[in-house]
DNA sequence: TACTGTCAAGAGCAGTGCTCTCGTTTTGTT
DNA sequence: AACAAAACGAGAGCACTGCTCTTGACAGTA
């Protein structure tokens, strides 16, 4: 009983040291071998023998699925911390500075980035435990609006040549259904003009990391995202 | 010499059909398996052995670069049959049409669409045969944005409220050279419009496809996917 | 008819995820 | 201090993979 409460048991450290040096073996071979990463080489380059990492990970898709959700919380938090150098009442700086934490993240981290939003693999299915920290960077944007309107620097109306939502009452049903679920003070059409930005953001990541840049912006990649960030923050209203 | 030439030879005519009976019954299990195809399968099914379907293809590799440069074409031939019912004077249904036509490919072919739209294989290396194929869709929207640009039904000017290009010298000469290359008549400004709509159109398609709207769209994916497509349009000029 | 190139089949190699068993060691409890 | 329970690493083994090499059979050409 006494032994038992000092701190830790020395199992329950070297399994804690040898599951984090697990996921970072792996994690380092998800950069060569990407999403169909080996156990066995895992195994191998750890000096263990591949059924003794079983204990560890009852099966690759739980070591994936690890990896999956410590990445998430890496983007997030990166994504957190560059925006929070900026002042709450710059809502132009902390767009910017939230799309420029991404791209910093999934350029250092390509594969990681492709493993959180790549294709899906195949027979894999997230797990539940996997959507907290997939919300963070999306939370942090819609935080970042909320704010906005609290403070009424971001206006609701779209503007008089904005595109209207079209008359499809599901769809706009739909959206307020969400808004009021994650964000009730974001009204409905700021929220899509929300939407249209992350995919924005996340569109020109994913296109510069797969390569659909190639041959064509190559040297610039960085201001061309600036200007990316900056046209989707004017249509958002972010000043 | 004379039964030589009738035609085909037995050895051709069978090859030919074996050939794409392979790349039919790979595709097939595409759906299920992913990127991460496997010949043994595909050989069973079709009640070979393995090493008689490296007769046809050297490596797995080369049978995915067939499959790939198959995906790029049909996929442009979809965009191009859809855009081809549309009113040439019509730029805004012309780029609904591709906008949709891509969508519907990609959900009628999911597996697909994530072979050559989703995370780079690690190993596998693109070969140049798949970069004609691969430019059928741009290609669509550049003649697209080229013929409003000599109608005159898109101006260059981006309007009053627009973001403008950042004053990085190397941007502006890269994507000048980029468009002289590629389509002369598009002014610069114009042309990163586009590319802004192009890098929308497929994040919307690829974040539908990856799973990115569930628990938020779910029912009107159709009508949200078109009112991006008229956001976008908007924003390009199209009208 | 004789030759040449193509073909499918089979064996084999190294690698994979995963399961089961076998001794050993640590843990929590009498 | 003694003991049962749990956890652990190692090893063998199964079915599978991509790929190579060899062998024997067949078609096309001369």
């Known amino acids: ?3 038992g409460m000092t ?13 984090s040096e697990i996921k970072a073996i792996a994690r380092r071979q998800l950069t060569t071998e990407g999403a169909n990463l080996s156990l066995r080489a895992v195994a191998r380059e750890l000096g263990m023998v591949s059924s003794a990492v079983y204990r ?10 690890a990896l999956i959700i410590d990445c998430y919380d890496e983007l997030g938090a990166a994504a957190e911390t560059a925006e929070a150098a900026v002042d709450r009442a710059d809502l132009l700086g902390r767009w910017l500075a939230i799309g420029h934490g991404i791209r910093d993240w999934a350029l250092a981290h390509p594969a990681e ?5 790549g294709s899906p693999v195949p027979g894999y299915r997230a797990p539940q435990t996997t959507v907290g920290p997939a919300a963070r960077t999306t939370d942090l944007m819609l935080t970042m609006l909320a704010d906005g309107v609290a403070a009424g ?16 009452p599901d769809l706009a049903a739909e959206l307020d259904r969400i808004g009021t679920l994650i964000s009730p003070t974001v009204p409905r059409d700021l929220l899509v003009r929300g939407l249209t ?14 390569g659909r840049f190639q041959n064509m912006i190559e040297d610039n990649r960085r201001a ?8 989707m923050a004017g249509h958002i209203g972010l000043r």
Not at 200 to 208: D, W, Y
């Open 1 to 3: 009983m006494l032994s």
């Open 7 to 19: 701190a830790k048991n020395l199992r329950a450290r070297v399994r804690d040291e040898l599951t």
């Open 56 to 65: 560890y990970f009852p099966s690759r898709d739980d070591l994936l699925t």
């Open 113 to 117: 980035y492709a493993l959180i939003y």
């Open 153 to 168: 620097t971001l206006p609701a109306d779209p503007g008089p040549d904005a595109v209207v939502l079209p008359p499809v």
């Open 197 to 210: 930005g992350w995919i924005q953001m996340f569109g020109v990541v994913t296109f510069e990391l797969f």
């Open 224 to 231: 061309f995202y600036d200007h990316q960030l900056r046209v």
